[in-house]
């Protein structure tokens, strides 16, 4: 159950940090202790993370990014409880 993650991972498909494969699975970044969720690239070994910069974009369209240094865990989110059905809703 707990497998190695990779040192390097990044969001965008032109990367060659990016894995669809766990990116589709779910991964967390814990940085300096708090959870985030806006991370488009990490390193653990190097203890830092990229973010987006507000809503500027480059010139190719991806967005802006700045480097936050500080320490980086890295895990695979847990998959979420099947849900139950609401009041009102049909099950098929």
Not at 20 to 26: F, P, Q, T, V
Not at 28 to 54: P, Q, T
Request: proline share 8%.
């Amino acid at each position: 159950m707990n497998e190695p993650m990779p040192d390097r991972l990044a969001v965008n498909p032109k990367s060659p940090f990016h894995n669809a494969d766990l990116l589709a699975r779910g991964v967390g970044i814990r940085f300096n202790g708090k959870e985030r969720v806006d991370v488009e690239e990490y390193c653990v070994s190097e203890g830092w993370v990229r973010v987006a910069a507000g809503r500027a974009r480059d010139r190719h369209g991806n967005p802006m990014t700045i480097k936050l240094k500080g320490e980086v865990v890295a895990y695979l989110q847990e998959s979420p409880a099947p849900r139950a059905a609401a009041v009102g809703e049909e099950t098929t």
